[in-house]
């Protein structure tokens, strides 16, 4: 593949949060984006402020939505939940990754081109955070049992921190989406984030999509922020993507 056909590719792997207080300020973000980025994650933060239907909107032009709710409930209103979601025209979705939500959700997900997500442990937590929430595990060792449990319910991937992609993506094979957020370019502030990775070393090290939120959406010139990570993602393409190893 050519230098230009790698960083075009990558285009569909870099995942911007829109992680902004309002849709006004989102819209911002995607135009001043326009060409460069196809792919956007909206969270809570936007959720509840008009995301849901800014999320609709963009899907129904032909955008990719990530939609990062995270959901973990009793059965029934998993699924119920997956299904509404699925009909909003959504790419991927987060659960968190409970063997028997999981199931739910990819029983309900069936016959849609929705992409279900089991996030494993958060990026903003590390081994004391996991013991303070009653976890015997640490987190590597979380995100694999996970890991392997999204692979078993039928997931179409995981969310781990690029740290545990590498291990991660032995666990899921190739077919699986290996998303990992905390990416930061060199240089960059970690924010609250624990478990952090650059992105050329996420790619190699197995990452299927990167999430990138503060580094593009805060930066004086978003343009030339995204561009510069889809030339550094860009530049680790084919230094074995698959495995990591």
Partial sequence: MT??????????????????????????V????????????????????????FARELASGGTKVFLDMKLLDIDNT???????????????LTLHAYP?????????????????????VLTSMDEADLVEAGYEYDPHTLVLRRAEQALAAGMGGI?????????????????LAVVTPGIRPEGAERGDQKRIMTPSSAIRAGASHLVVA???VQAPDRRAAADAILAEMAAAQGQDLSGGE
């Fill in 3 to 28: 230098g230009q056909g790698n960083r075009n590719a990558m285009q569909e792997r870099l995942i911007v949060g829109l992680d902004v207080p309002d849709v006004e300020q989102a819209a911002k």
């Fill in 30 to 53: 995607v135009r001043d984006l326009d060409g460069i980025i196809s792919f956007y994650k909206i969270g809570y933060q936007l959720a509840f402020a008009g995301g849901l239907d």
């Fill in 78 to 92: 998993v699924a119920k939940g997956v299904e509404n979601i699925a009909r909003m025209g959504m790419s991927m």
């Fill in 100 to 120: 028997k939500a999981m199931r739910a959700a990819v029983e309900a997900a069936k016959g849609s081109a929705l992409t279900l997500l089991g996030v494993t």
């Fill in 159 to 175: 969310v781990c921190s690029a740290d545990e992609a590498s291990a991660a993506r032995r666990i899921v094979g190739p077919g």
């Fill in 214 to 216: 503060r580094p593009i």
